[in-house]
């Protein structure tokens, strides 16, 4: 079945402690990105990566990092997480069409993160 | 800057009353525009993309068209299981192509 997956699903920590939430895809999609949710903003986009070791600034990455070393993977970190980063995130992933427009994004099933 | 407005934030209808969405973009130029459909505590789920001004595609009660400054989502009959909240997506061509910009969604209710 084609799928994105996260983890975990629902986090709970504490100011500075350093985390990583995974994302994985099964589809062999070239593109993948990082949103978060928050209620009345919408879902902004953190970072983005359109291939292997190819990675750039989405509208919100203070705060966050990113690494893809495989094209399935594209795993989220946080080095020292602050209460203003307590969201609800997405990881997504896409296939490339010709002349830079993208296919549809399929989107994993969320991480909720809270962080005290 | 790039901006995506949704309206309304919150609809209401009862089943079988016809309604629509509306998604007004300002971008730099259009490479595709997106719509999803996002159940509560689910990631959202893909249901159209157009590409150019004109252009319209149908599923089952829903029909998305698309001008040059925003696109419509027409719900026609809905039932129940339409309930859920609709975003659109933008894909800019010109500067930041490799970029999404989210609306922040119409909460659809419909009730029996």
């Known amino acids: 079945e084609a799928q994105v997956t996260q983890n975990p699903r629902y986090l709970i920590t504490v100011t500075g402690k350093k985390l990583t939430v995974t994302c994985s895809q099964n589809m062999n999609h070239e593109y993948m990105s990082w949103y978060r949710q928050d209620p009345g903003l919408g879902l902004r986009q953190i970072y983005y990566s359109m291939n292997v070791e190819v990675t750039d600034k989405g509208d919100v990455p203070e705060g966050y990092k990113v690494s893809r070393k495989e094209k399935r993977n594209f795993p989220l970190i946080l080095e020292s997480p602050s209460p203003n980063q307590t969201s609800l995130y997405f990881c997504?992933?896409?296939?490339?069409?010709?002349?830079?427009?993208?296919?549809?994004?399929?989107f994993g099933p969320g991480t909720r993160l809270t962080v005290l | 800057e790039d901006q995506v407005t949704q309206s309304p934030e919150a609809l209401r209808l009862q089943e079988g009353e016809s309604s629509s969405l509306n998604c007004s973009y300002t971008v730099s130029g259009l490479r595709g525009l997106f719509w999803y459909r996002q159940d509560p505590g689910k990631g959202p789920e893909f249901l159209f993309t157009l590409y150019s001004a004109g252009e319209e595609k149908e599923k089952e009660r829903l029909k998305a068209t698309l001008t040059k400054k925003e696109s419509f989502l027409h719900i026609t009959a809905p039932k129940p299981e339409d309930s859920a909240t609709y975003l659109c997506?933008?894909?800019?061509?010109?500067?930041?192509?490799?970029?999404?910009?989210f609306g922040s969604g119409t909460k659809l209710n419909v009730k029996p």
């Open positions: 997504a992933s896409s296939s490339i069409k010709a002349g830079s427009s993208y296919n549809e994004q399929f």
């Open positions: 997506a933008v894909q800019d061509s010109l500067y930041n192509f490799n970029k999404f910009y």
